[in-house]
C-alpha cells in the first residue's frame, strides 16, 4: 500500500477521440502525479493502492456522480483516510442554479443533508437502510457565497448559513469537511 500526503480529485473534460472521454472523465492528483479515467478506475486504485491519506479534496466532481458513486466515493475516502485524515467537498450547492448548469448532473442535486448520513449515530437515527459500511465521519458543513450579491455579502455567518437552507441563488457553492476520528463505530 502507498501513502500519500494529499489526493485531490476533479472533473477532467476530456477531448472526444481520447481514451476516457466519457464527456468527462476523473483527474486525481496524488501528491503531484495526475491520473485521469473513469469513476471505476479511479475509486478502484484508490482501494487498492492507497492507506494512510492525509487529505482528500473533491473538486467539482460530486454533483457529477449517481448517488451509488456518491456513496462508494465517501466510502473510499473514509476508508483510505489515515485517523485524524480530512476529505474535502465541493460541489455545486443545491439552490444556486450553478448546480444544474452541466448537463451531465445526477439526480439529486448536492445537499447538505446527505452528509448527515456520514455519520454512523445519524444513519442509525435517519436512515439505516443506507450502506456506508463503518463509515462515521465527523462533518462540518458551510458555503461559498456570492460576493457580487451585495445582499449576501454584507451579512453575517450565521445568515449566510440561514440562506444556504432557505434562499435561492445566494449559495453558490457546498463546503463539507468530513473528518476522520478514531471512534469506533456502534452497531
Same mark, same amino acid.
Request: proline fraction near 4%; glycine fraction near 4%.
Given at each position: 500500500? %502507498?501513502? *500519500?500526503? %494529499?489526493?485531490?480529485?476533479?472533473?477532467?473534460?476530456?477531448?472526444?477521440?481520447?481514451?476516457?472521454?466519457?464527456?468527462?472523465?476523473?483527474?486525481?492528483?496524488?501528491?503531484?502525479?495526475?491520473?485521469? &479515467?473513469?469513476?471505476?478506475?479511479?475509486?478502484?486504485?484508490?482501494? #487498492?493502492?492507497?492507506?494512510?491519506? &492525509?487529505? @482528500?479534496?473533491?473538486?467539482?466532481?460530486?454533483?457529477?456522480?449517481?448517488?451509488?458513486?456518491?456513496?462508494?466515493?465517501? %466510502?473510499?475516502?473514509?476508508? @483510505?483516510?489515515?485517523?485524524?485524515?480530512?476529505?474535502?467537498?465541493?460541489?455545486?450547492?443545491?439552490?444556486?442554479?450553478?448546480?444544474?448548469?452541466?448537463?451531465? @448532473? #445526477?439526480?439529486?442535486?448536492?445537499?447538505?443533508?446527505?452528509?448527515?448520513?456520514? %455519520?454512523?449515530?445519524?444513519?442509525?437515527?435517519? *436512515?439505516?437502510?443506507?450502506?456506508?459500511?463503518?463509515?462515521?465521519?465527523?462533518?462540518?458543513?458551510? &458555503?461559498?457565497?456570492?460576493?457580487?450579491?451585495?445582499?449576501?455579502?454584507?451579512?453575517?455567518?450565521?445568515?449566510?448559513?440561514?440562506?444556504?437552507?432557505?434562499?435561492?441563488?445566494?449559495?453558490?457553492? @457546498?463546503?463539507?469537511?468530513?473528518?476522520?476520528?478514531?471512534?469506533?463505530?456502534?452497531?
Amino acid at each position: 500500500m %502507498k501513502t *500519500a500526503t %494529499k489526493i485531490t480529485v476533479t472533473k477532467n473534460n476530456s477531448q472526444p477521440g481520447t481514451e476516457f472521454y466519457s464527456p468527462w472523465s476523473i483527474s486525481f492528483t496524488v501528491d503531484g502525479v495526475t491520473l485521469t &479515467g473513469d469513476f471505476d478506475y479511479f475509486n478502484d486504485t484508490l482501494r #487498492q493502492d492507497y492507506s494512510d491519506v &492525509g487529505e @482528500i479534496e473533491v473538486l467539482g466532481l460530486f454533483h457529477l456522480l449517481t448517488m451509488d458513486q456518491r456513496v462508494e466515493l465517501v %466510502k473510499t475516502c473514509y476508508n @483510505i483516510l489515515k485517523k485524524d485524515g480530512i476529505c474535502r467537498v465541493v460541489a455545486p450547492h443545491w439552490s444556486s442554479s450553478k448546480a444544474y448548469m452541466d448537463p451531465g @448532473i #445526477q439526480w439529486p442535486p448536492v445537499a447538505a443533508e446527505f452528509f448527515f448520513l456520514t %455519520k454512523a449515530e445519524h444513519r442509525k437515527q435517519l *436512515a439505516p437502510h443506507v450502506d456506508f459500511g463503518d463509515v462515521d465521519f465527523f462533518y462540518s458543513i458551510s &458555503g461559498n457565497y456570492d460576493t457580487n450579491d451585495a445582499f449576501v455579502a454584507m451579512r453575517n455567518d450565521e445568515t449566510k448559513s440561514t440562506f444556504m437552507h432557505r434562499n435561492i441563488n445566494c449559495t453558490t457553492d @457546498i463546503v463539507v469537511n468530513l473528518h476522520k476520528t478514531c471512534q469506533t463505530v456502534s452497531t
